[in-house]
Every structure is written in structure tokens, then in C-alpha cells.
């Protein structure tokens, strides 16, 4: 869900670019299966190891196509854009903001497939608005002259979404409350919690099950007041140079062989209980195309954020 800013990093793009073609062959040889894929994500704050997350949906596909794919951990999304734009990366997971800029940059890039939690889920997520019961907070207007916790401005769920639900509730997001970023979508929940903010945002699974289950938060002691729009899942994407039919390949695959069952049964990992297939508590994987992120460029029409037009 991060995004990302241009300015003051065009010398850190050149720096992820020049590792990146020191480690390969480039993307734009191909097209064909047969040679070497690139394939590009960023960690999230919880992951350690993003390669190890990877790794049997990287198996799978290297079966599937034929192809030795190289795995990249990329230093941000924009090392990430800039990469597929160049040529040197043919395979790459995106955050929602981070995909709907990339095909602004690049339209013939194609999301193809986004992680979901459950066989037949939906791929997407949703962001709370939550507050505590004895601060009398029902809605979104009733942040207006609060101290108000969200996550960090270029967060999709815990900043951008809440943003725009607190404009169409007439709620002034600049003036009219006291803003403090927690540093993540636990913070800002516990900040709540402990009354260091009357109300705040995370996004669904870290109220619903993740602070429970950990004892960090009991059952009642926060409520929810709001919930977003369904916020379409992070996707894969894949580059402009592939071939269509390496591309369908690809895309089918992911669809259908990339989840815990299939990647269990078929040996790529040891159980289904550490089988894991690219973020944290996925199950797979379901198609997706291009307009399941116009929500996406909504929040940003509305909120007019600097992390909707920038890179960085």
C-alpha cells in the first residue's frame, strides 16, 4: 500500500537501476520463455524475507514457463516503475497506488492477477474509522475538532482512503482536526486504544483479527465508526515488452496454480500451513484488470495528494 514521491529521489532510481542491471539480463530480452525474467517487489514493514514469500510462486511459474526467473528485492515502488519502464523488470508486485501510477507511466504495463485471502475471495481490502466508545463518536463528522490518529501520508488505506471519506463528510482534513501520524496501521490502532488519539484509521484484519489475537487489543475496546469503499488488492503486473502469449501464460498460472492448495499438493511447499505465496495471510491469487483500480484514481481526484502525482 506505500507509495511514492519524485522529487529528491531520482538519484536513489539510479542507483536501484544500476543494481539492477548489474544482476541480470535485462527485461527487454524477454519476450520468450526460455530466458531470464526479472521479477521485482518491495518488502512491507513486517516482512523479513521477501524472497523466502516469494518463493514458491516463483517455483511454480519457473515450471510453468520454462524460464529461470531472477527475484529482486527492490529498495521502493519507484525503483520498481522506473525498472519496469527500462526494460529490467518483467514481473513485478505493486501496491495499488504504486500499479495506478505505473500505468500512467507506462499504459501497456497489465495487472493481471491480486492477492486474495480465502479460496474465492475478492482482492481487495477495507480501511476503518475507529474511535473509542466513551468519546461519543459515531461517524466521520464526529472527528471534526479531534485529534485524529492515521498511518503515514502515502498509506492507501491508513491515509488516502480515510482522506477522502473525511472530505465527503465534510470534515476540513487540513484545519478542522489535529493530525498524528502513528507509523503504522498497529500504532495507529493501539494509539486509540490507549487514548492518545480520540479516533483514527487501520485497515480491517488489524482490528478485526491481528490485535486480538496477539492480546494487544480486547474485544469492545475500540469501535468502528466507518468503513471504505472495498480498496482493490495489491496486483502483479506485467511488463509492455512481454509476449501475449508469455503474458497469458503467466497471468493463467498465477490464477490458477498459485495458492497454498495447489502449491502444497504439487510439492512447491512443504505444508499448507507455512506455505506462503507473496504477503502475509494470502491464500492466492484472482485475475484482476485495469478498472478494478479506479477507485484508486477516485481517492486521488478527491484528496488531490501529492503521493497521487509524484514519485517518491
Known sequence: ?????????????????????????????????????????????????LQQSFAPIISMLEQE???????????????????MRAGQIDIAMYGPFSYVLAKEQDPEIAAVAAVIDEAGGQPGYVSYGITRPETGISDLAGFAGRTVCFVDPNSTSGYLYPTAGLIEAGVDVQDGLTP?????????????????CDAGFAFDSIIDTQ???????????????????????????????MAPELRDRIGRALVERGNVD??????????ADDCEVGEADSWGYAP?????????????????????????
Open 211 to 241: 490485535l486480538v489475537e496477539s492480546g494487544q487489543l480486547r474485544p469492545g475496546q475500540v469501535q468502528t465508526v466507518w468503513r471504505s469503499e472495498t480498496i482493490a488488492g495489491s496486483p502483479i503486473a506485467l511488463a509492455s515488452g
Open 1 to 49: 500500500m506505500r507509495s511514492f514521491h519524485r522529487r529528491g529521489v531520482v538519484a536513489l532510481i539510479g542507483v536501484a537501476l544500476l543494481g539492477l542491471a548489474a544482476c541480470g539480463q535485462s527485461a527487454a530480452d524477454n519476450s520468450a520463455a526460455g530466458d531470464t525474467l526479472v521479477f521485482a517487489a518491495v518488502p512491507s514493514e513486517e516482512s523479513t524475507s
Open 180 to 196: 498524528v501520524f502513528a507509523g503504522g496501521h498497529d500504532a495507529s490502532a493501539l494509539a486509540v486504544a490507549s487514548g492518545q
Open 65 to 83: 514457463t520454462g524460464t529461470t526467473i531472477e527475484f529482486q528485492n527492490a529498495t521502493d515502488y519507484a525503483a520498481v516503475v522506473e525498472g
Open 262 to 271: 495447489r502449491l502444497t499438493a504439487e510439492g512447491f511447499c512443504a505444508s
Open 288 to 312: 484482476v484488470d485495469d478498472t478494478l483500480y479506479d477507485g484508486v484514481r477516485r481517492v486521488c481526484d478527491i484528496t488531490r495528494a501529492e503521493s497521487c502525482t509524484s514519485l517518491g
